[in-house]
């Protein structure tokens, strides 16, 4: 039982690693012993944010832009030349995109979609040698994918492409939980509430407050939050939980009272 969260000798890949969900969950492998690997469109931040990392534990910079094809075929090249087996796959690299209805157009449609769904895909698709040689039924490889608590809520932001897109990557994790049972690999969701970040300051500046008041834990998510929910999938003890979505929200998702 001492072993239950021990996750050290293990290697992980963390895209969108440089902030973020994407840093803090990067953190706290690298703390707890995994030999973590974090991507990210801007070298500069992404290499910045490996060093830090260093610090504590192993954590090595592979910058891709995984918008594109190539990008994700030079991110999937340079792990396979480091490693024979990839234990953990963080697919969290993300964006998002606000604009009134009536003028929201077509491009941030298709970059929201394609970023948060169709590359973790294909990421997804071309790591699956390493992940399968990683994998046993006593220890399954993972799959982690980070969407969000608005794919399972509708907020009133005039974001209209990005709660769609993470309620497809919620389903995009159960079916590849579905489809790579067999391969002894597990697949679960992460549906992050409000965390102070990057991608959410403009949120937090402007309605973090009432969203807090509105938390039933009455407070936003911290990195030790974020850190904790992805060492447990990642660990012994997650190792029978595959095909779910785990909100860490303060309890907004199931236990905010109805109005």
């Known amino acids: 039982m001492k072993e239950l969260f021990d996750i050290s000798g293990k290697v992980?890949?963390?895209?969108?690693?440089?902030r973020g969900i994407g840093e803090m969950i990067?953190?706290?492998?690298?703390?707890?012993?995994?030999?973590?690997?974090i991507s990210a469109r801007k070298a500069d931040a992404c290499d910045a944010t490996a060093?830090?990392?260093?610090?504590?534990?192993?954590?090595?910079?592979?910058?891709?832009?995984?918008?594109?094809?190539?990008?994700?075929?030079?991110l999937v090249e340079e792990i396979r030349g480091r490693e024979r087996k990839l234990d953990i796959l963080v697919n969290n690299a993300g964006a998002t995109w606000g604009e009134?209805?009536?003028?929201?157009?077509?491009?941030?449609?298709?970059?929201?979609?394609?970023?948060?769904v169709k590359s973790p895909f294909f990421l997804t698709q071309a790591l699956l040698p390493l992940l399968e040689?990683?994998?046993?039924?006593?220890?399954?490889?993972?799959?982690?994918?980070?969407g969000s608590i608005d794919g399972l809520n509708v907020n009133r932001l005039p974001t209209f492409s990005y709660g769609p897109s993470k309620a497809a990557v919620h389903h995009l994790a159960r079916t590849l939980a579905s489809h790579l049972a067999d391969r002894h690999i597990t697949a679960n969701a992460i549906a992050p509430g409000l965390f102070p970040s990057k991608m959410t300051a403009h949120i937090m500046k402007k309605m973090g407050k009432k969203i807090v008041k509105?938390?039933?834990?009455?407070?936003?998510?911290?990195?030790?939050?974020?850190?904790?929910?992805?060492?447990?999938?990642?660990s012994k003890a997650g190792s029978?939980?595959?095909?779910?979505?785990?909100?860490?929200?303060?309890?907004?998702?199931?236990?905010?009272?109805?109005?």
């Open 26 to 37: 990067a953190e706290g492998y690298v703390a707890n012993g995994v030999k973590t690997y």
């Open 100 to 116: 009134k209805l009536e003028q929201f157009p077509e491009q941030g449609w298709d970059k929201v979609m394609d970023i948060n």
């Open 51 to 74: 060093a830090r990392l260093s610090e504590i534990g192993e954590c090595v910079s592979i910058p891709a832009d995984l918008s594109t094809a190539e990008g994700i075929r030079s």
């Open 240 to 259: 029978f939980v595959t095909g779910v979505v785990i909100p860490v929200d303060g309890g907004i998702t199931g236990a905010r009272a109805s109005l």
């Open 133 to 146: 040689a990683a994998a046993s039924a006593d220890d399954p490889a993972r799959i982690i994918m980070i």
């Open 214 to 234: 509105g938390t039933p834990l009455k407070r936003a998510g911290r990195p030790e939050d974020m850190a904790g929910v992805a060492i447990y999938l990642a």
């Open 12 to 18: 992980a890949l963390v895209t969108g690693g440089s």
